[in-house]
């Protein structure tokens, strides 16, 4: 059925359909309209020439000159004077020339100038292909991004050219520009941004996704995103992890990261090619060591620098063993002290017996400076010393946890420190504002635990007199988190309550000891922003753990080394080996002692089959320039001086 229009509304809605087919069809319209009125006014010129050759029985000018005229008056008006001595007929073209001129070259020039400003800034939104290989390729947006530059900045070094790929759906030009401000030491790491979907086939050819080695997908929301926000997150990972394997292809080697919140759904995406993807759950890993961390002072440290590029990391390593055991192993490295083997199997075995003898399918676990500096040596490099070893254990007995503030994690942390304590412990949750979610939380959390109970109080961590009447160092640990939950807090806002917190604390622990009162509590918190490491440090907190960071860290390492990821999920519970900064009167009758570190090592062995990876010095660590006292695999033959209030850093069964 056809509608009935007026030639008023016709020519307007043609006029619209034939502009809506894009700026091609406009430089052709307008390309054609010049054509046009060359050939009308060529005509028009032409009739004039007929008249004056009839009038004058000869042209003053001949026929092709007037039509190269009407050309160069269409292209440039200022040509009009060529025809100031030529019959009025002439003088008419020329005006109208020009004028048309005028007209279709101002539209001309309008539309050469939009569809330049177009192309720069299509230039500048990054539509075209990136066309690199062997890149990391990052999936989505967030604030951990500058912190996984960071660590990739680091690994990647050593390397030619390394690039990093980031494709979000933020616009190119934001995340230029917010990388330039929270991301300046680059080095020799290009960083190349497309904007698009991150589900889309098309979008994953755009930043050649085939050609990646490896492949970090990061959740869209953060920790303190709502349970609705959490799931759309999974949703989303899930659908761009199954584009990233529909795009390469199934047999495409490359390592997939990715983060997501449901533990239902972490197995979902580990199912789509377990081969090739890590999952990772952020928040539980951090709350696994928040609880190892409040059980030894320093850990935060010592796994600040293990999960980092900088500094000392976990490596694989394979070698011709000629036979040897792996206890005789640890002295054959000039760098590098060995915690474990991967056999053959792939079976991963932390602390290996002494006597365990290397077979030539294994590799060694090896916390090392870098995989450059390991090298298996025939002969020894130093020959330890027995150093006495006392016969000593702590006694564990009932705790007290207080956590001031809330985060999605409590309950993991909860439910992993009430497997440390004995039967009888407390955890006491302080919140200034309760929902019913979480007083929910907790009380499902009391009907699950063995150990330890939970308990609810309504009192403001920010107030110094609140916090004085909990009397917080009564406590065996003190846990410091985001003091507005239900809130939409950014990472400054949340650092900077902290603070306060940590300040009223520190008055209260000066006015405790001025009454002569002993304390013991550990003083643990969160840090979100890096930039806020050193001021917290300073706050008189023990232990603190940058999440973003450290999450950032496993992200990077796990994409260059998969494996790696086995290592974690052995290091981050409570059954198997963990790392503990132990004291150093568990080990020696008399302090303080000197000695080298190798002999510290044969020592420790003894001990359990515990391995001592480093040492920390109670005196430095508040000084961020020493590592806040932690050295990790310092060479075997160098001297240490420990005190009794120094502790050794070693992988163990326990922390008694």
């Known amino acids: 059925m056809s509608v009935q229009a007026s030639m008023a ?83 008419i073209t020329a005006v109208v020339a020009g004028m048309t001129g005028v007209v279709i070259f101002s539209a001309l020039i309008a539309f050469l100038t939009t569809a330049l400003d177009q192309a720069i800034d299509d230039l500048k939104k990054g539509h075209s292909r990136v066309l690199e290989t062997g890149h990391t390729l990052i999936v989505g947006w967030g604030p951990r991004v500058p912190e996984i530059l960071r660590e990739l900045v680091e690994a990647k070094e050593s390397d030619d050219d390394p690039v990093v790929v980031i ?28 904007s698009g979907p991150t589900a889309s086939l098309h979008s994953l050819e755009k930043v050649s996704a085939e050609e990646a080695a490896s492949c970090i997908v990061l959740a869209s929301c953060g920790e303190a995103g709502s349970d609705s926000e959490k799931l759309t997150s999974d949703a989303l990972v899930i659908k761009t992890v199954l584009a990233v394997i529909a795009h390469v292809g199934e047999d495409h ?61 976990m490596y694989f390593h394979k070698a011709d063993w000629g036979g040897i055991t792996f206890g005789e192993l640890q002295f054959h490295f000039p760098d590098g002290v060995p915690i474990g083997i991967r056999t053959g199997e792939g079976q991963i075995e932390m602390r290996t017996a002494p006597d365990y003898v290397m077979q030539a399918d294994d590799e060694i676990l090896i916390v090392a400076d870098d995989d450059s500096t390991i090298e298996f040596q025939v002969s020894p490099v130093m020959t330890p010393k027995e150093l006495p070893l006392k016969d000593a254990r702590i006694e564990p007995g009932k705790e007290r946890m207080l956590l001031l ?37 907790l009380e499902d959390l009391n009907n699950e635990l063995d150990n330890a109970s939970c308990t609810l109080i309504q009192k403001d961590p920010l107030s110094s007199q609140d916090l004085e009447e909990i009397d917080p160092f009564s406590y065996n640990v003190v846990i410091i988190l985001s003091q507005n939950p239900d809130e939409d807090n950014s990472a400054e806002r949340v650092d900077s309550e902290t603070i306060i917190v940590l300040l009223h604390l520190r008055k209260l622990l000066r006015q405790a000891k001025a009454a002569g009162r002993e304390v013991t509590t550990k003083l643990i918190t969160e840090v979100l922003d890096s ?62 002692v000197t000695c080298r570190f190798g002999d510290l090592m044969q020592m420790v062995r003894r001990r359990d089959t515990e391995i001592c990876i480093g040492y920390k010095i109670k005196a430095l660590e508040t000084d961020a320039d020493q590592n806040f006292g932690v050295k990790l695999i310092p060479l075997k033959d160098s001297m240490v001086t420990l005190t009794a209030e120094d502790g050794l850093v070693v992988v163990a069964e326990d922390d008694m």
Request: net charge negative; proline share 3%.
């Open 9 to 91: 509304e016709k020519l307007p809605y043609q006029v619209d359909t034939f502009l809506a087919k894009g700026s091609k069809a406009l430089f052709v319209a307008l390309t054609v309209a010049f054509f046009v009125a060359l050939v009308l006014i060529g005509g028009v010129r032409f009739l004039f020439w007929a008249l004056d050759w009839l009038i004058h029985d000869e042209a003053t000018k001949s026929l092709s000159q007037g039509i190269w005229f009407t050309w160069l008056q269409l292209t440039d008006p200022g040509n009009m004077a060529q025809d100031n001595e030529t019959f009025v007929g002439y003088k």
């Open 253 to 313: 080697d490359i390592n997939i990261v990715a983060e997501v919140f449901d533990e239902r759904n972490r197995h979902v995406v580990q199912d789509i090619a377990p081969e090739r993807i890590s999952v990772i759950d952020a928040q539980e890993i951090l709350a696994k060591i928040m609880v190892q961390t409040s059980r030894t002072s320093g850990l935060s440290v010592v796994y600040a620098e293990l999960l980092s590029f900088e500094g000392c990391e």
């Open 405 to 441: 503030g809330w985060s999605p994690k409590v309950p993991i942390l909860i439910s992993e420190y009430s497997d440390y304590v004995l039967e009888g412990s407390e955890v006491h949750v302080v919140l200034k504002d309760v929902n019913y979610e979480i007083a929910g939380a």
């Open 167 to 194: 494709l979000a759906e933020l616009e190119k030009e934001d995340m230029d520009e917010y990388l330039r401000e929270n991301w300046t030491d680059r080095r020799n790491l290009r960083v190349v941004t497309r």
């Open 531 to 592: 930039a806020n490491q050193e001021l917290i440090s300073r706050a008189g907190v023990n232990d603190f753990i940058i999440s973003n960071r450290m999450v950032s860290m496993m992200f990077a390492q796990i994409s260059e080394e998969p494996d790696i990821q086995d290592v974690y999920d052995d290091l981050f519970q409570e059954d198997g080996s963990e790392i503990y900064v132990k004291p150093a009167w568990l080990y020696f009758e008399e302090l303080p």
